[in-house]
């Protein structure tokens, strides 16, 4: 009877073990199919660095990069480096202030491929002061987040 209950007490850590790495497996599977949904939607889209910028320039560069901007700020851009982008992907911005969405922009759709390009996306301020504070941009692909910038309104 003693060597049963010590052979049972030596059983349940083993169980509990076999239980967790059974379930850590479930999970990383979990993640790397999540991964992969992600993959197959942002398909029609190669994007490099994403950069603030107080303007742009030929095919869409950006001018002045910076993630400080003035309340007085006309506009204030988030620029993408595309490698390439597949005719048919969309794409908007998301804009957000103290992590509270209050903007998204015009979703556009490439009318064909393109390569070695700049998408951007602008904020535009229709009041005298833009309210000071801690913002963030989100892009979106075929209405799937891909990339996040911070920037600051002083």
């Known amino acids: 009877m ?21 379930g850590c497996g479930l999970f990383g599977g979990a993640t790397r ?20 910028a107080e303007g742009i320039g030929d095919k869409n560069a950006p001018v002045k990069v910076t993630n400080e901007f003035s309340a007085s700020q006309d506009y204030i851009y988030v620029v993408a ?9 969309t794409l908007f911005a998301r804009w957000s202030r103290a992590n509270q969405p209050f903007e998204d922009s015009s979703e556009i759709t490439a009318d064909q491929d393109y390569q070695n ?35 600051k309104v002083d």
Request: net charge neutral.
């Open 33 to 52: 199919e999540r991964e992969q949904q992600n993959q197959s939607v942002t398909q029609g889209v190669s994007l490099g660095q994403v950069v603030m």
């Open 117 to 151: 390009t700049y998408v951007e996306f602008h904020l535009e301020n229709l009041k005298q002061q833009m309210e000071k504070g801690d913002y963030s941009v989100q892009l979106f692909v075929n209405g799937n987040p891909v990339k996040k910038v911070d920037f």
């Open 2 to 22: 003693n060597r049963s209950l010590l052979s049972l007490r030596m059983s349940i850590p083993l169980l509990l073990l076999t239980f967790v790495l059974t």
């Open 81 to 89: 480096e595309a490698t390439s982008i597949q005719k048919g992907t």
